[in-house]
């Protein structure tokens, strides 16, 4: 299948994501207690699109390498990438396995299962996380506004838990439903 073309707004939100690790994974690498990383890109859908454009898990994957190559002390990462269709993760499978290969402190988990029961396990997990151990997930359920709706709790600062109209790309996973907005 050919695959299809980047749609700008997912250029844009791959753009914000480099950002966001670039300086997420700086500061992970360097610290003095942290031992582990868990990368999770809970939506990654195809990995590649036309032109050799990379779409969110293939540059986070990159990214991992780029770490691992410039920081040998850089702690074990590990990062599960997921999609409710099983053809997406066997693609971004196959743009990653080289990568893992080449790095012993990168591990892939891939996952083929709904968001909607793979969020809760993650967050039980996280519960009974080490304190040493990060975890950064990535929600991009664009196109598929009820998938992840009801779990994802918008943070700022200042403002407690609410949110209204689309999902975006960066809030707090929790297994709690969408708390309404007052009016
Ligand atoms: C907007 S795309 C993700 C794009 C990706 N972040 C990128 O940069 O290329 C949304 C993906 O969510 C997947 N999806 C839809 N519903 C899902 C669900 N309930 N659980 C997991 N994945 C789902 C779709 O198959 C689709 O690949």
């Known amino acids: 299948m050919n695959p299809k073309?980047?749609?700008?707004h997912s250029a844009a939100?791959?753009?914000?994501?480099?950002?966001?690790?670039?300086?997420?994974l700086a500061?992970?690498?360097?610290?003095?207690?942290?031992?582990?990383v868990l990368l999770?890109?809970?939506f990654c859908g195809p990995g590649m699109y036309a032109e050799h454009k990379p779409g969110s898990p293939v540059e986070i994957g990159r990214m991992l390498a780029a770490l691992h190559k410039g920081h040998a002390s850089a702690p074990p990462t590990e990062f599960l990438f997921n999609d409710l269709a099983a053809a997406?993760?066997?693609n971004v499978e196959t743009f990653l396995r080289p990568l893992e290969a080449a790095h012993r402190k990168i591990k892939l988990i891939p996952s083929n299962k709904d968001s909607a029961n793979?969020?809760?396990?993650?967050l039980s997990e996280q519960e009974n996380n080490a304190l040493g151990s990060k975890r950064f997930y990535f929600v991009d359920p664009?196109?598929?506004?009820?998938?992840?709706?009801s779990r994802?709790?918008?943070?700022?600062?200042?403002?407690?838990?609410?949110?209204?109209?689309?999902?975006?790309s960066s809030g707090t996973l929790t297994s709690r439903p969408f708390p309404a907005c007052p009016s």
């Open 5 to 8: 073309p980047l749609p700008p």
């Open 13 to 24: 939100k791959i753009q914000l994501l480099r950002a966001y690790l670039e300086a997420y």
């Open 27 to 36: 500061v992970v690498s360097r610290d003095t207690y942290t031992d582990r």
């Open 40 to 42: 999770a890109d809970l």
């Open 88 to 90: 997406n993760v066997a």
């Open 118 to 122: 793979l969020i809760p396990e993650l």
């Open 142 to 149: 664009f196109g598929y506004p009820d998938s992840a709706k």
């Open 152 to 168: 994802i709790q918008h943070r700022r600062p200042g403002d407690d838990s609410c949110g209204r109209g689309p999902v975006s």
